[in-house]
Nanobody, 129 residues
Framework: QVQLVESGGGLVQPGGSLRLSCAASGFTFSSYAMGWVRQVQGKELEWVATINSGGSNTYYVDSVKGRFTISRDNAKNTLYLQLNSLKTEDTAMYSC??????????????????????WGRGTQVTVSS
């Protein structure tokens, strides 16, 4: 079955950096777009970033553009999110997510939480001084 396991979260000061990882198994990782979503307790799930199956195209929510970088290593079935210049408002539980449609697909890249069909349990990122 599909498994997504995140790691790399923690407590960091404003302006700091973290690198999140997501180990994927149970499906053909290289055939699906992958993404990261985040959620603050009591608030709606927010899409953060997406990368296509081959890693050539990336997409970001406006609030993280220029600060976060999504990448993947298909040989290792691993997804990454580099978080730089962190702000207190980036504090959230970050989860990786599998795109619902195998690529190539006629559907646009997944950029909404409902465009993904599996999520990991998440890793907490806390930005605080």
């Amino acid at each position: 079955q599909v498994q997504l396991v995140e790691s790399g979260g923690g407590l960091v000061q404003p302006g700091g950096s973290l690198r999140l990882s997501c180990a994927a198994s149970g499906f053909t990782f290289s055939s699906y777009a992958m993404g990261w979503v985040r959620q603050v307790q009591g608030k709606e799930l927010e899409w953060v970033a997406t990368i296509n199956s081959g890693g050539s195209n990336t997409y970001y929510v406006d609030s993280v553009k220029g600060r976060f970088t999504i990448s993947r290593d298909n040989a290792k079935n691993t997804l990454y999110l580099q978080l730089n210049s962190l702000k207190t408002e980036d504090t959230a539980m970050y989860s990786c997510a599998k795109g619902a449609n195998q690529e190539p697909t006629r559907y646009p890249p997944p950029t909404r939480p409902l465009d993904f069909d599996y999520w990991g349990r998440g890793t907490q990122v806390t930005v605080s001084s």
